[in-house]
Every structure is written in structure tokens, then in C-alpha cells.
């Protein structure tokens, strides 16, 4: 799907409708405190775990320099988008010790 330059705006009936009103806008990032994140293990296809991280509430940036920062921890690949981040393999234990001395709110999710 293709981002219209308008926001995704068609028609609006309001004659004073501004353009910048309209559009997807990223929450601001939350402090470390304020987050609950939980930490999941996932399997792939093909059978491979992977470590997700859910619940984060913030932009895109502070995302990826969070998952940037889990991923060369943890010396693994990953990614980060949707609120989510990805690590390959199970690195629960490892995660949440990092996310708690960082001073986020985590805990495992799931059996």
C-alpha cells in the first residue's frame, strides 16, 4: 500500500482542514520507568526461537536504539518495528536482567 502525500487524507468536508491535521503520528516515547515491556519465546518457521519483546510505547528511533542495544548485547540478529523487538534465539534470562538495569518494567511472558 502506497503512503498518500496527504496523510492518508481523500476528502475532507471541513473547509478549514489543514493537511498537517491529518496523518499517522508517533506516540512520544514513553520514560524507561513507564513501560512494561514482556518478554516472549516465539518459534519461526523452521523451528527457530526467537526472543520478542513487546509493549513498547514510543517512536520509531528510540525502537531501533533499543533493539540495537539488546541485539549487540546479546550478540545476535534481530529487528525492531511495530512496537516490537526481535532477537534470534531464546535470550529471555539475558534480556531481562538488561531491560531491568536500564530501568524499564519487564517481566517473561507465557509458559
Known amino acids: ?60 528511533d528510540d525502537l531501533a536504539d533499543l533493539g540495537k542495544l539488546l541485539k549487540s548485547k546479546c550478540g545476535v540478529g534481530g529487528n525492531a518495528k511495530e512496537g516490537e523487538v526481535l532477537l534470534q534465539g531464546d535470550h529471555r534470562d539475558k534480556v531481562l536482567k538488561l531491560l531491568l538495569d536500564a530501568g524499564y518494567k519487564a517481566k517473561k511472558a507465557g509458559g
Open 1 to 60: 500500500m502506497k503512503k498518500r502525500p496527504t496523510g492518508g487524507m481523500v476528502y475532507s468536508t471541513n473547509p478549514n482542514a489543514q493537511l498537517s491535521s491529518f496523518g499517522d503520528r508517533e506516540p512520544a516515547t514513553l520514560p524507561p520507568a513507564q513501560q512494561h515491556l514482556r518478554i516472549h519465546l516465539d518459534r519461526l518457521k523452521g523451528n527457530k526461537e526467537v526472543t520478542r519483546i513487546a509493549g513498547f510505547i514510543g517512536k520509531a
